[in-house]
């Protein structure tokens, strides 16, 4: 139990340090998510209802922000697996909402591997982390899903994690491209079996 001196405001100032800091990290990733990685960090601060000065002092430089958004998104996204399974109307539906916020939180982990370029091996380690976290979750789901007949193609969570990162991947600003009803298809394509596709014989 944390004690002082009648008047020692500590506890409460570390309450505050805390609650700004989930603050701006919650803020941040929505930011990101809607106005890209390259928002402007004072459009952050606003948003996490706090000034320029507080952001600077729990995260100097913006890569120090990408870095701790990508490792509360991670975390995020982690937690989130269970507790759709638990609360969504059916297994499929679980697994197409958490896919819907990893495509959220992809807009994050592509603006780390910019911000970190000449740091390969601390952008591998994040990589790493990404995989060691997620991956198992997504296993979760479409096993759940496959348990309950929902899906039945033959996928791995792996292929599955890597294909929606990569449609993220391409996206450019082109209204004519909506990548959420792409990754849409792309996981209701898993309720029926995928036919075996064999190259035509060249003429």
Known sequence: MVTTEPGNPAPKRRADVARNERALLAAAAEVFATSG??????EVAAAAGVGMGTLYRHFPTRADL????????????AEAGPALLASAPSPFAALLDW???????????HGVAKVWQGDAAGYTALHQLFLDRLVPVLSDLLDAA???GEVVADI????????VGDLVAWTVQDPDYDVRRIVTLLVTGLRQAQPEWTPSPPD
Do not use: G, N
């Open 99 to 109: 896919v819907h916020r990893f495509v959220d939180f992809l807009a994050t982990k």
């Open 66 to 77: 990408m870095v701790a958004v990508y490792r509360h998104q991670i975390d995020a996204c």
């Open 156 to 163: 791995r969570p792996y292929e599955l994690i890597r294909a």
């Open 37 to 42: 990685v390259d928002a402007p960090v004072r």
């Open 146 to 148: 496959t348990e309950s």
